[in-house]
């Protein structure tokens, strides 16, 4: 629960992976402090849930895979909205957890195409409509798996670096025309996601967080508010961290 009121006043956002985890509690928060939003997921049943669990307005049914239902989306959203402020990026799956010699090819290009060029899709599509105002905040989900790698999670891993990368990149195209860009690195954290993978490999990612749990949605969707809002004005082109002391840089 957010200990904000009227961040978001006057300010409109667009979600990505909106009908679940993370961006649905960073929905419910924006939604919270004034804002509105712009549900975007692949899942239209659960989006159709969330938006009325939410009251939000406007919602479509998105694959950020795909360049073109991207661009269809954003010209709704704006219709909808009427400008936009804020983008996060939240979409996201986890992939085969397996050895990279038995990795699925299928799998291995689905992963990248959803977490890395859906990001790439996003921010593309939505920064002209920023730069028009002057002003935008955008945070990519990454995961701490980008920056030191899960075993049998290659494409997840690598996926989540190139988001890392691709948001410095863009943080730092934008420094000077008023639009933020900055990355998130949760730890595993308890969501539907989890759902994806065995038992085992959340053990161990379990075990490799000093704080000895797993993170909350709650504990990431504070995080996201902070970096989608107006205070977050001298940190682009960087990442942020929620991963109970495990990312070390
Ligand atoms: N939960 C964790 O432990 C954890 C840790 C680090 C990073 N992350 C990242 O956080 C983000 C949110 O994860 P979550 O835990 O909320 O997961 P989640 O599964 O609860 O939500 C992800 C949402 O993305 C949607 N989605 C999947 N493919 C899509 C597509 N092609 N187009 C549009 N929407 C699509 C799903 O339908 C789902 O609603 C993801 O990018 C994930 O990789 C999660």
Not at 34 to 54: I, P
Not at 175 to 190: C, D, H, Q, Y
């Amino acid at each position: 629960m957010s200990v904000f009121t009227g961040r978001f006043s006057g300010r409109n956002a667009i979600i990505t992976g909106a009908a679940s985890g993370l961006g649905l509690e960073v929905a419910r928060r924006i939604l919270a402090e004034g804002g509105q939003v712009a549900l975007w997921d692949l899942n239209a049943d659960a989006l159709s849930v969330a938006a009325k669990e939410l009251g939000a307005a406007h919602f479509c049914a998105v694959d950020v895979s795909d360049a073109d239902q991207v661009a269809a989306a954003t010209a709704s959203s704006v219709e909808a909205l009427g400008h936009l402020d804020i983008l996060v990026c939240s979409a996201g799956i986890t992939g085969a957890t397996v050895a990279v010699q038995d990795f699925p090819l299928d799998s291995w290009y689905r992963t990248v195409a959803i977490n890395l060029h859906g990001v790439f899709h996003c921010c593309r599509s939505v920064v002209p409509h920023m730069l028009t105002r002057g002003y935008g905040r955008i945070v990519n989900v990454a995961s701490v798996a980008g920056k030191e790698g899960n075993p049998n999670a290659s494409a997840y891993s690598a996926s989540k670096a190139g988001v890392i990368g691709f948001t410095k990149s863009l943080g730092k195209e934008l420094a000077m025309k008023g639009v933020i860009a900055n990355s998130l690195t949760p730890a595993t954290f308890e969501s539907p996601i989890l759902d994806q993978l065995p038992a085992s490999q959340i053990d161990y990612m379990r075990s490799r967080i000093p704080m000895g749990r797993l993170g909350f949605v709650n504990e990431s969707a504070a995080m996201v508010c902070f970096m989608a809002s107006e205070e977050c004005s001298f940190t682009t082109a960087s990442t942020f961290d929620t991963s109970g002391g495990r990312t070390t840089y």
